[in-house]
């Protein structure tokens, strides 16, 4: 090594992050390895590599006593004092031997350990700035198709897309474009991990938060969000300057925002209804599309009994119940909807049982008047 590797190590430093000064600690500790591998030498060795020259030196250590028992570990005191005659007993002796060919190990071995260091240095880089993204949407490209999971292209590295995660309608192809939603980044032993999804409720907030400004500077919050990915979701809004309607600010334009999102999800039905504190009208509003006459809230099963027109039963509960599921969801309320027709059948079974005459009571008679004359 040299004057020329020293130069290397400073612009790899600079270009990587890497402190020089670790990535010259670690080369000195792999040369240690290397000769005591390749020269069988006792572990009482140290390696230096001259910070101005890039000169390598290899020295035995070895403790000042009156008669040594083993010469790789220790040195007389008379021989010690050839060397330095202010040497003691228990003093360290360091004795340079570095071989006449040892530079072609050492540069070898440096090799090896800065290109595992900088492999190390890219991964911790990487994990640190994904980490910091955690819940963030990101725009990514679709690299390579395996039967359980998709690898997309973030720039600076692959993210995976599990089966689970990927949307049935996204139908992924090779070089495809695509938003994702960052679910979790891991530490492994070969490098971070980055898992994205395209089904979380939380990349249905992220896609909003990109398009409404008012969501964006905090003007419109979001509360709620339920969703089925890739079929039908709801996003429960507020706003907090009561000039501003929060449903007309997520709809945008000739409903223009709220289309971007859903072309983003290939066609995922959003409903977009107002958030409120008092229960029954958050519930009401939540069975959006359908109009609710009336709802009774009981707090201590946390039930929200509904009242529908006839006509708009089947709208409240929707196909296969989802929208019921996605009201319940987005409330956290169990919902009960009943039509007016169920309601006042029900309400006239009440007043019966309610108008009921009690039974008469009968006396009950002891068996001695059959023995009566």
Request: contains cysteine.
């Amino acid at each position: 090594m040299n004057v020329d590797f020293l130069e290397a190590l400073d612009q790899l430093a600079r270009e990587k992050g890497i402190d020089k000064e670790v990535l010259l600690e670690a080369i000195e500790a792999a040369l240690i390895a290397s000769y005591r591998r390749n020269f069988h030498s006792a572990a009482n060795v140290r390696v230096e590599v001259k910070r101005d020259t890039g000169e390598v030196h290899v020295y035995a250590r070895k403790t000042v006593v009156e008669e040594p028992k083993d010469t790789r570990l220790e040195i007389s005191l008379d021989a010690a004092r050839d060397i330095n005659p202010s040497y003691q007993i228990g003093d360290v002796v360091e004795i340079e031997v570095t071989p006449r060919d040892f530079g072609r190990i050492a540069a070898q071995a440096a090799k090896q350990v800065v290109m595992q260091r900088v492999k190390e240095a890219e991964r911790s880089v990487i994990y640190s700035k994904f980490a910091d993204r955690e819940e963030e949407v990101v725009s990514g490209i679709v690299s390579r198709l395996e039967p359980r999971v998709a690898y997309i292209d973030l720039g600076d590295t692959e993210a995976i897309l599990p089966q689970s995660e990927q949307m049935a309608s996204d139908k992924l192809q090779v070089g495809k474009r695509l938003k994702v939603f960052i679910a979790r980044v891991e530490r492994t032993s070969k490098g971070p991990q980055i898992v994205v999804s395209r089904t979380h409720p939380g990349l249905l907030r992220r896609l909003f938060e990109l398009e409404v400004p008012e969501i964006y500077e905090g003007i419109v919050e979001i509360k709620a969000v339920a969703r089925e990915a890739g079929s039908r979701s709801k996003i429960a809004v507020h706003s907090r300057n009561p000039e501003v309607d929060p449903i007309g600010a997520c709809v945008g334009a000739r409903g223009s925002r709220v289309q971007a999102i859903v072309n983003e999800l290939n066609g995922e039905k959003v409903d977009i209804v107002e958030w409120s504190e008092d229960p029954a009208t958050f519930v009401a509003n939540a069975l959006s599309p359908a109009k609710v006459i009336d709802v009774h809230i009981y707090e201590d099963e946390r039930v929200a009994r509904t009242v529908v027109p006839d006509y708009q039963l089947s709208l409240a509960i929707g196909k296969e119940g989802q929208n019921a599921r996605l009201a319940a969801r987005l409330t956290g309320w169990k919902i009960d909807i009943k039509s007016e027709s169920q309601m006042a059948s029900h309400s006239l079974l009440d007043q019966l049982e309610d108008t009921n005459e009690e039974e008469p009571e009968f006396a009950t008679l002891s068996d001695d008047w059959l023995n009566e004359p």
